[in-house]
Nanobody, 116 residues
Framework: QVQLVESGGGLVQAGGSLRLSCAAS?????VGWFRQAPGKEREFVAAISWSSGANWYAGSVKGRFAISRDNAKNTVYLQLNSLRPEDTAVYYC????????????WGQGTQVTVSS
């Protein structure tokens, strides 16, 4: 069973930075970050291939957020820079094993709040 545990959320002023961590019990093929703001649907933020490091970003965060992984620590990071109030959401880490197209494993989420 894959377990994912997020950490690093908090309250930050607009323009500030945070680094989220996703610690995995075992490595999965793809790790993604999603977020859900109050009253809105969950949306994709970024993802990374654990083996190759290839990554993907939503257009709204490209250039501001950076995803990376530390194989030795089985941890994936999401660096959030130039934060905006609209980035406020619960951020979730998710794991996917190829060839499954869906993210099968989910963490409990970590709150990110950006004040204006």
């Amino acid at each position: 069973q894959v377990q994912l545990v997020e950490s690093g959320g908090g309250l930050v002023q607009a323009g500030g930075s945070l680094r989220l961590s996703c610690a995995a019990s075992v490595q999965v093929d793809v790790v993604g970050w999603f977020r859900q703001a109050p009253g809105k649907e969950r949306e994709f933020v970024a993802a990374i291939s654990w083996s190759s490091g290839a990554n993907w970003y939503a257009g709204s965060v490209k250039g501001r957020f950076a995803i990376s992984r530390d194989n030795a620590k089985n941890t994936v990071y999401l660096q959030l820079n130039s934060l905006r109030p609209e980035d406020t959401a619960v951020y979730y880490c998710a794991g996917r094993q190829i060839p499954t197209s869906q993210f099968q494993y989910w963490g409990q989420g970590t709150q990110v709040t950006v004040s204006s």
